[in-house]
């Protein structure tokens, strides 16, 4: 099956300061790859998702970039703010059927210091 | 639009004993999934529905662990009975379905300790 690593597991910054957290996967036939954001006390929230056929996507500040053939995939956080602070966990999805498989990371505990 | 509910929230219990989390999905959605997630780790998957047929139940141990989904919209997930080591989050989750809509949305989680 696939398998997930994150980097890395704990991760401060300065507010304003950019964030970098970057995965790999294991099966190559993984297409979609979405990006979870889980304060504390709640469940995970998406934030940002990339399929395959894309390198890199961007929204205000937050964009992901994707390597297939290397098998790793970033998420790029600018201009930090202390409400960026939080868990934040990479996947793989590989289409199963009529539905997806998610196989997540292990998370970020990402902290932006004010 | 009202999200994925959850409840209890949080829930202690004795080993051995029963205990049952529920779940109620968006509305529409026709996946819905229930996670574990360990303290520490990312969710992983436990079952998945589509409507109210179990299509991926491939990681739940169904020693002590069961689901249902009467009529393909609210999920109950029990456990009988509990063991220490089951103590986690238990996520539910749910999407559009299959050619409408593949981001999963999550809810708050129930949290469970097992004494």
């Known amino acids: 099956g696939e398998n997930v690593e994150q980097h890395p597991s704990t991760l401060s910054v300065q507010e304003g300061d950019s964030a970098v957290i970057k995965c790999t996967y294991s099966d190559s036939a993984s297409n979609y790859f979405p990006w979870y954001k889980q304060e504390l006390g709640k469940g995970p929230q998406l934030i940002i998702d990339i399929r395959s056929n894309v390198g890199e996507k961007k929204d205000q500040r937050i964009a992901v970039t994707l390597n297939k053939t290397a098998k790793h995939f970033s998420l790029h956080i600018t201009e930090t703010q202390p409400e960026d602070s939080a868990v934040y966990f990479c996947?793989?999805?590989?289409?199963?059927?009529?539905?997806?498989?998610?196989?997540f990371g292990s998370g970020t505990q990402l902290t932006v210091l004010p | 639009e009202a999200g994925v509910v959850q409840s209890p929230r949080y829930k202690i219990i004795e080993k051995k004993q029963p205990v049952a989390f529920w779940c109620n999905p968006i509305s529409g959605h026709n996946t819905l999934y229930w996670y574990l997630q360990n303290l520490g780790q990312g969710p992983e998957l436990l079952i998945r529905?589509?409507?109210?047929?179990?299509?991926?139940d491939s990681q739940l141990p169904k020693d002590r662990f069961s689901a249902e989904r009467l009529k393909g919209v609210d999920s109950t997930l029990k456990i009988q009975p509990a063991e220490l080591g089951d103590s986690a989050v238990y996520l539910c989750?749910?999407?559009?379905?299959?050619?409408?809509?593949?981001?999963?949305?999550f809810g708050p989680g129930t949290r469970l300790l097992v004494l």
């Open positions: 529905y589509e409507n109210e047929e179990a299509v991926d």
């Open positions: 996947a793989a999805s590989i289409s199963s059927g009529s539905a997806r498989q998610l196989t």
């Open positions: 989750a749910s999407s559009l379905g299959p050619d409408r809509g593949e981001t999963q949305y």
